[in-house]
T-cell receptor, first 113, second 114 residues
Framework: GESVGLHLPTLSVQEGDNSIINCAYS??????FIWYKQESGKGPQFIID?????DKRQGQRVTVLLNKTVKHLSLQIAATQPGDSAVYFC????????????FGAGTRLFVKA | DGGITQSPKYLFRKEGQNVTLSCEQN?????MYWYRQDPGQGLRLIYY?????DFQKGDIAEGYSVSREKKESFPLTVTSAQKNPTAFYLC?????WGQGSPLHFGNGTRLTVT
């Protein structure tokens, strides 16, 4: 079935290190991908997005990589800070007459000071 | 600051009662959405509205109802027919209907039904 294969693992990193969070998607027709950050008790916040005609996009301290060949998406966070501790999840969007967005379950990132 | 306001943050109800969750936005967005979040699962779409006076069922609409009488407001009613209503509910919006733009989310309402 359709799925964004981001099961809810936990990633623990040392403050100042780089973090890499991975996501596998199953629909080869997906053409828009988004990473969200969700802190405890809050709604998700947009971090960065990428369209299928790109393979890399950079923001402030974050980079998203898209590998369409293996249907893989990753979020890299440079110089991870305690404030980066949260659940991160990816979403894929594809057209179905209208359009549909599928969300992954998320990865919990712990940043150790 | 523009944003989405959901109220209340926590809501407790007895089984068999209907309850309405509020969602207001001042972003001037046309499209609004309701999602449900359960532990260890991705967000699931309950209802969406592309424009005022229009709304469509999402993937898990059974036991829920909505209205969109004003552009700013998209309340969600959880009815007694919803078999497992305890969850975290998120309201979101986008400037227009269609893929290609990220969702703006409120901070959610945690509903507990006992």
């Amino acid at each position: 079935g359709e799925s964004v294969g981001l099961h809810l693992p936990t990633l623990s990193v040392q403050e100042g290190d780089n973090s890499i969070i991975n996501c596998a998607y199953s629909n080869s027709a997906s053409d828009y991908f988004i990473w969200y950050k969700q802190e405890s008790g809050k709604g998700p916040q947009f971090i960065i997005d990428i369209r299928s005609n790109m393979d890399k996009r950079q923001g402030q301290r974050v980079t998203v990589l898209l590998n369409k060949t293996v249907k893989h998406l990753s979020l890299q966070i440079a110089a991870t800070q305690p404030g980066d501790s949260a659940v991160y999840f990816c979403a894929e969007t594809f057209s179905t007459g209208g359009f549909k967005t599928i969300f992954g379950a998320g990865t919990r990132l712990f940043v150790k000071a | 600051d523009g944003g989405i306001t959901q109220s209340p943050k926590y809501l407790f109800r007895k089984e068999g009662q209907n309850v309405t969750l509020s969602c207001e936005q001042n972003l001037n967005h046309d499209a609004m959405y309701w999602y449900r979040q359960d532990p260890g699962q991705g967000l699931r779409l309950i209802y969406y509205s592309q424009i005022v006076n229009d709304f469509q069922k999402g993937d898990i609409a059974e036991g829920y109802s909505v209205s969109r009488e004003k552009k700013e407001s998209f309340p969600l009613t959880v009815t007694s027919a919803q078999k497992n209503p305890t969850a975290f509910y998120l309201c979101a919006s986008t400037s227009t209907w269609g893929q290609g733009s990220p969702l703006h989310f409120g901070n959610g309402t945690r509903l507990t039904v006992t």
